[in-house]
């Protein structure tokens, strides 16, 4: 499974736009990347996935080059409720005996007002 | 859709002693993943159940077990219980086929052991 790098931590005021950045320069042909976010003492939600270009959901936005070696979140105007932390993913999900997602450190964005 | 529900949401428990947490996937899904969170170890895999048999299994001793039934509902076993076990029990679901590779999982179990 393909390791991933992504910042510790990022700072953001309310109402603006936060780009998290996921480098992941052995990802395999089959790979998805998936996108996850954690509250404290919850479990990761689901937040997007995608396989190459842009993909855009009602919450966020997934920026994948042609190379696939790294993608980007993308969420808008983000509010003080969007404070947690966000795990970016890459595995073949799709195959049929793989369950084990390997999640590294997140980046914990802090949200300010 | 009812999403994944996990019981009991904080169990206490004292060294030795075994534990065992109950998992209900969404409707539909026949796949149920288990994993710890700590703050020093992050998450990490425990194992993976489909169709009542594990698929995968992650790097823990033996002490950790689990089972599915026929419902797909799960169950995760503990024994002996450590210190160390002390952790965030998440369990996820997912649906087999095309396009249904996405995890969804449940709020956790906080077990903490005296």
């Known amino acids: 499974l393909a390791k991933t790098t992504q910042p510790i931590s990022m700072d953001s005021y309310e109402g603006q736009e936060v780009n998290i950045t996921c480098s992941h320069n052995n990802i395999a042909t089959n790979d998805y990347i998936t996108w996850y976010q954690q509250f404290p003492s919850q479990g990761p939600r689901f937040i997007i996935q995608g396989y190459k270009t842009k993909v855009t959901n009602e919450v966020a936005s997934l920026f994948i080059p042609a190379d696939r070696k790294s993608s980007t979140l993308s969420l808008p105007r983000v509010s003080l409720s969007d404070t947690a932390v966000y795990y970016c993913l890459v595995g073949d999900y799709g195959s049929s005996n793989t369950g084990k997602l390997i999640f590294g450190q997140g980046t914990t964005l802090q949200v300010k007002p | 859709k009812a999403g994944v529900t996990q019981t009991p949401r904080y169990l206490i428990k004292t060294r030795g002693q075994q534990v065992t947490l109950s998992c209900s996937p969404i409707?539909?899904?026949?796949?149920v993943s288990w994993y710890q969170q700590t703050p020093g170890q992050g998450l990490q895999f425990l194992f993976e159940?489909?169709?009542?048999?594990?698929?995968n299994k992650g790097n823990f001793p033996g002490r950790f077990s689990g089972r599915q039934f026929s419902n797909s509902r799960s169950e995760m076993n503990v024994s002996t219980l450590e210190l160390g076990d002390s952790a965030l029990y998440l369990c996820?679901?997912?649906?087999?086929?095309?396009?249904?590779?996405?995890?969804?999982f449940g709020a956790g179990t906080r077990l903490s052991v005296l």
């Open positions: 409707s539909g899904h026949r796949s």
């Open positions: 996820a679901s997912r649906g087999t086929g095309l396009g249904t590779n996405i995890q969804y």
């Open positions: 159940y489909f169709s009542e048999t594990q698929r």
